[in-house]
């Protein structure tokens, strides 16, 4: 009784100090907190003559945008269980120096498949020292706005920084300030054989300022082009620090892209990304999203088939403990006929972590016979633990055929109870259980070195 009194003590202790705490909080600066990270911005003077005009232009487009928008809080409905006042009280600064061994980070987390197909990005700058283009293949072209200049300024007019989606608050700042970014495009008709893959590495140095990093990504896919596409996000723990972090994909007619994007920044971070997808006609786009670090993490993934016969299927998996927040906001719009998707996300929350997702499936008037389908399957492994989940269609199409459905959970008593009656213990048999549920979510992940190394996470991390 004494024992089960105490947890009680403890937690009403932890409500009263996180409702005391959320009182006593203090609305960010948007103002402030906007010009102490653009005047970190490096200036546009490296891509050649013309790109650097162009990307000027983008940036005070972003800005005039950025201007009429207010740094997000828990009283706007898509954020309310996400808050990051936080970062007002975070004092940025450029951080060139690295504080980690790059090389065991760099062979940890990069895919052997993709060897040739390698671009590394320390604390937000392109590093040619841990990069290997060496074998990419003939047509394909991989580098960045510094090493690609004026070289593919007609594709930039068209696609960078123009998805009607990617401008909100966050986006928007990652385009006032964007720098040198990352570019693959995949020319008309070519399949790449091998996955190009991007590392972003956050390696904050000291503890009295605070790192900024803003990755930014264009990806491009050509009529009939096939390529897969694996974004890793790795930092160091301990210390805080904010990611920010935009792509852009864009679909050509029969165009196929597998993306793969893993979050596995430091426990102290606030990592938030925006991907945005344009698909034409008869286009497949897949998606794998998968988050495991971070204090603070959010997803926004917005997905518009722009023609007809698109195809799009979403996968997506956040394994959270103690006090992490992992929130994914996601969006597909079904706007001309005979279009599909699918989209499965999981979350496992444990300790007092709190798992978020919003998944919004939108049929227009003329997508006529629209084949959608999403699940949202949660696991609550802690009573203090939390997760909201809320799957949305708005379907404005008569004939159609569309299907979600949401589940939050405990480990199911009878399951374990059939693996302990073949002689597994009960904590075995709920880890067990608990890697099952996750690893449906990571097989979906098409490049073997990268499913391999989650799985060997998710069951370090459910040993007994």
């Not at 971070?294 to 103690?322: H, P």
């Not at 996300?345 to 998944?359: P, Q």
């Not at 693996?419 to 075995?428: F, G, N, P, T, V």
């Amino acid at each position: 009784m004494a024992i089960q009194v105490s947890e009680q003590l403890e937690d009403l202790t932890q409500e009263f100090k996180g409702a005391t705490s959320n009182r006593s909080r203090l609305a960010v600066d948007s103002n402030k907190f906007i010009s102490q990270i653009v005047n970190l911005r490096p200036n546009t003077d490296s891509f050649g003559t013309d790109t650097n005009e162009f990307v000027s232009e983008l940036r005070q487009v972003a800005s005039d945008r950025l201007s009429k928008l207010s740094f997000p809080t828990t009283k706007d409905e898509e954020w309310k269980y996400t808050d990051i006042s936080s970062l007002g009280s975070l004092t940025f600064a450029n951080q060139a120096a690295i504080s980690v061994d790059v090389e065991a980070l760099i062979a940890k987390h990069s895919a052997p498949e993709a060897s040739g197909n390698l671009i590394v990005f320390v604390n937000g700058e392109y590093s040619e020292k841990f990069s290997n283009t060496t074998t990419t293949e003939q047509g394909l072209v991989i580098g960045t706005l510094a090493t690609l200049g004026d070289r593919v300024l007609p594709k930039l007019r068209s696609h960078l920084a123009q998805h009607p989606d990617a401008n909100d608050y966050f986006a928007s700042l990652n385009t006032v300030c964007m720098a040198d970014i990352a570019i693959i495009l995949a020319p008309k008709n070519l399949v790449v054989e091998n996955p190009v893959q991007l590392l972003f590495i956050s390696a904050p140095q000291t503890t009295d300022t605070n790192l900024v990093n803003q990755p930014r990504c264009l990806v491009i896919a050509e009529t009939h082009s096939n390529l897969s596409l694996i974004q890793t996000f790795v930092g160091e723990d301990n210390h805080p620090y904010l990611s920010n972090s935009v792509t852009e994909v864009w679909l050509a007619e029969g165009a196929q892209v597998n993306h793969t994007k893993v979050q596995w920044q430091g426990n102290e971070a606030v990592h938030i990304n925006t991907t945005a997808i344009a698909q034409a006609r008869n286009s497949v786009y897949k998606n794998q999203s998968i988050s495991f670090g971070a204090k603070i993490s959010r997803q926004n993934l917005v997905v518009r088939q722009m023609a007809e016969q698109t195809e799009t299927s979403l996968t997506g998996l956040a394994f959270i403990d103690g006090d992490q927040l992992a929130d994914t906001h996601s969006c597909i719009s079904h706007n001309y006929p005979h279009g599909s998707s699918k989209q499965l996300h999981k979350c496992i929350a444990n300790g007092r972590s709190h798992a978020v997702f919003n998944g919004k499936i939108q049929v227009a008037k003329l997508a006529q016979q629209t084949d959608s389908a999403q699940l949202s399957r949660n696991l609550l492994l802690s009573s203090k633990a939390r997760i909201d989940t809320k799957p949305q269609l708005e379907i404005f199409a008569d004939n159609v055929k569309c299907a979600h459905g949401a589940t939050v959970s405990q480990l199911d008593a009878e399951e374990i109870f059939y693996l302990q009656s073949r002689a597994i213990d009960a904590e075995s048999a709920a880890n067990l259980l608990t890697y099952a549920f996750a690893s449906e979510a990571i097989a979906q992940i098409p490049i073997i070195s990268v499913q391999r190394l989650l799985s060997d996470f998710v069951l370090e991390k459910t040993k007994p």
